[in-house]
């Protein structure tokens, strides 16, 4: 229960967390050496792994690049049940609860629970909502699933609310990898009020000042991924504004 205990202790005192989303396909070996050395000196609280499709057999060297780099806690964000990995720490177990696709539901879940079982991966069940963001992104195709409507904020409350009443420990609402529009600061705010289990958002976020105003909506966690890809050096200005809120 460590990864998820660090969250709620830090959420009980306040504390704005930061996740760095690594896409193994989309880094090379140096390239993710320089994201762990500057995600240590940024204080980052995770790195997330995982692509909706990864198409190169780079996930395990990946994480133990990270590992041998740093000792932030490595959290599996799969997009199917092909990214499973024992050196990873801990996995977020998602279940998308915004569509109708019993695959994405329970199906794939239910291929994956012996594998985790054997495992030491720490497995926190997790309500993952993917919000319209104005083009389909990879996420919303390879999940055959129909997203939130952007100005949905009750459906998006509700689907919250739903999540935790089924015993979910998180919820993450995610605008998609690359998102032309994040999750506006309106919805972040009526789901924070919905819920009180943490809430992680993602998706589109580019810039320091986006990732502040998601955590005064009501973010927990801010997840950023591919704005970091194109500029590593990003780091550091996220996780200052995040930290400091
Ligand atoms: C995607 O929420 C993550 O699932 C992060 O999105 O890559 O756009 O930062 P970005």
Redesign the pocket.
């Known amino acids: 229960m460590e990864i998820y205990s660090q969250i709620q202790k830090k959420k009980a005192n306040g504390k704005k967390q930061f996740a760095v ?1 690594i896409d193994p396909d989309k880094l090379d070996d140096k390239q993710v050496r320089e994201v762990a050395e500057l995600a240590l000196k940024a204080r980052v609280d995770f790195f997330f792994i995982g692509g909706s499709l990864l198409i190169n057999d780079s996930l395990d060297t990946c994480i133990t690049t990270l590992k041998k780099e740093t000792a932030i806690p490595v959290v599996l964000f799969p997009g199917n049940n092909m990214q499973l990995s024992y050196r990873a720490d801990g996995i977020l177990f998602l279940s998308l609860i915004s569509g109708r696709n019993p695959e994405m539901l329970i199906g794939r879940h239910v291929i994956a629970a012996p594998y985790l079982r054997l495992s030491s991966l720490e497995v926190i069940s997790t309500g993952y909502m993917l919000i319209e963001s104005g083009r389909p992104t990879t ?1 919303s195709y390879m999940s055959s699933s129909v997203p939130i409507p952007a100005d949905k904020v009750d459906i998006a409350c509700c689907t919250a609310m739903a999540g935790e009443m089924l015993g979910l420990k998180l919820i993450y609402m ?1 605008a ?4 032309l529009n994040p999750i506006s600061d309106k919805m972040i705010q009526s789901v924070r009020s919905s819920i009180s289990i943490p809430l992680i958002i ?4 580019r810039t320091p000042q986006l990732a502040e105003t998601n955590c005064k909506a009501g973010a927990d966690i801010i ?5 970091i890809e194109k500029d590593a050096s990003l780091i550091t200005e996220i996780g200052a504004a995040i930290h400091s809120c």
């Open positions: 989303l996420v995610d998609g990898s690359g998102a993602g998706g589109g976020i997840v950023v991924g591919n704005a």
